[in-house]
T-cell receptor, first 114, second 113 residues
């Protein structure tokens, strides 16, 4: 079975600082990995997706993530946080059984202070 | 291209009642998945439909059911509502399966009193 662990339910950064949200996965098959963002009272928006084409994946809004197989990690980063980045971020994995079913982590709330 | 739409956006029901939620996928997407989001359990997979067939199912009781129509629109039904069914129900669509990215709708907020 696949699983995802997100370290830290809350992460606080100052505006302009580096954002680092951690995600570790467990999968018995080559995984597809995703990061989604959720703003209050909204659905999930896809930030980026890893599909084995490249280990460094660039997404929307300046976010990127690096796939490290040896560490089973897929951490999300952004060089400079903006107030509008404050939201909840979810890491997810799929591919088990050939399905697109997403298994999500518990989420990390990103707080950005001025 | 229009995104995934879900209706209604908010719903209040009484324990014991049943409810039907609707989802219209992005045009051209044939797979529709449903997820339940609660503060305690997080995001949990309910089921996935593809070409009107349920292709995968999560670990939920039989009170939760769904279907997909020939135009790929999907509905999910919850019978005999319990207080614990209060949640945000999210629908997601993808072109196909096997790793395709899923695009989510805004969700239906169900409150059971």
């Amino acid at each position: 079975a696949q699983s995802v662990t997100q370290l830290g339910s809350h992460v606080s950064v100052s505006e302009g600082a580096l954002v680092l949200l951690r995600c570790n996965y467990s999968s018995s098959v080559p995984p597809y990995l995703f990061w989604y963002v959720q703003y209050p009272n909204q659905g999930l928006q896809l930030l980026l997706k890893y599909t084995s084409a490249a280990t460094l994946v660039k997404g929307i809004n300046g976010f990127e993530a690096e796939f490290k197989k040896s560490e089973t990690s897929f951490h999300l980063t952004k060089p400079s946080a903006h107030m509008s980045d404050a939201a909840e971020y979810f890491c997810a994995v799929s591919g088990q059984g050939g399905y697109s079913t997403l298994t999500f982590g518990k989420g990390t709330m990103l707080l950005v202070s001025p | 291209k229009a995104g995934v739409t879900q209706t209604p956006r908010y719903l209040i029901k009484t324990r014991g009642q049943q409810v039907t939620l609707s989802c219209s996928p992005i045009s051209g997407h044939r797979s529709v998945s449903w997820y339940q989001q609660t503060p305690g359990q997080g995001l949990q997979f309910l089921f996935e439909y593809f070409s009107e067939t349920q292709r995968n199912k999560g670990n939920f009781p039989g009170r939760f059911s769904g279907r997909q129509f020939s135009n790929s629109r999907s509905e999910m039904n919850v019978s005999t509502l319990e207080l614990g069914d209060s949640a945000l129900y999210l629908c997601a669509s993808s072109v196909d399966s096997g790793g395709d990215e899923q695009y989510f709708g805004p969700g239906t907020r169900l409150t059971v009193t």
